[in-house]
């Protein structure tokens, strides 16, 4: 099946500080990819749709200075939790459609905000 | 996208068979019913997809009822690392269309 990385998959940075998450589809083009966000014992949320060479869309609630999506290429989109704050820590989690609208995920990414 | 119903926990002894029920009354004619699972603190992982007919592949086996307001799907020898959460998502079947995922089934498989 098609392969969707992401890197890192842990990251501990400290309040105020920004990180990076990469999203990359290895084996096929994705000219959309997505950004989930899962509390522990909850579902994932999705959080933006991210487009390759236009800007994002956001989900109602979720703030877009703070997540800044950047989708360079057809296989690559990044994350950027900028102004990190303990209350970020989660796991986030990309994805991307193959065939037949089938989305194949990453193996997500746990932030810890000190 | 339609709305789906899964029970939140099952149980399930390992060698047999798991049946999970999903409900998704109010699913429209070109959305297709996509299974994922989660494994915990991993990605989730595809499982199976359909549109009206039965499906089978080498993980599970996916029964959509004639009407499509239902399905299942059915794992047909459980191991205790089929323990997951299982997700039931319909959505349109061409790629950009956003995945939603709900609560989920909780599986358990024991000893």
């Known amino acids: 099946g098609a392969v969707v990385s992401q890197h890192p998959s842990r990251v501990i940075c400290k309040s105020g500080t920004s990180v990076k998450i990469e999203c990359r589809s290895l084996d096929f083009q994705a000219t959309t990819m997505f950004w989930y966000r899962q509390f522990p014992k909850q579902s994932l949320m999705l959080m933006a749709t991210?487009?390759?060479?236009?800007?994002?869309?956001?989900e109602q609630g979720v703030e877009k200075d703070k997540f800044l999506i950047n989708h360079a290429s057809l296989t690559l989109s990044t994350l950027t939790v900028t102004s990190a704050h303990p209350e970020d820590s989660s796991f986030y989690i990309c994805?991307?459609?193959?065939?037949?609208?089938?989305?194949?995920f990453g193996q997500g990414t746990r932030l810890t905000v000190v | 996208d339609a709305k789906t119903t899964q029970p939140t926990s099952m149980d399930c002894a390992e060698g047999r068979a798991a049946n999970l029920p999903c409900n998704h009354s109010t699913i429209s004619g070109n959305e297709y019913v996509y299974w994922y699972r989660q494994i915990h603190s991993q990605g989730p992982q595809y499982i199976i997809h359909?549109?009206?007919n039965n499906e089978t592949n080498e993980m599970a086996s996916l029964i959509i009822t004639e009407d499509r307001k239902s399905s299942t799907l059915i794992l047909p020898h459980a191991t205790l690392r089929d323990t997951a959460v299982y997700y039931c998502i319909v959505r349109a079947h061409t790629g950009g269309f956003k995945t939603i995922f709900g609560a989920g089934t909780r599986l358990f498989v024991k000893a």
């Open positions: 359909g549109l009206k």
């Open positions: 991210s487009n390759e060479g236009s800007k994002a869309t956001y």
């Open positions: 994805s991307a459609d193959a065939m037949e609208g089938v989305a194949f």
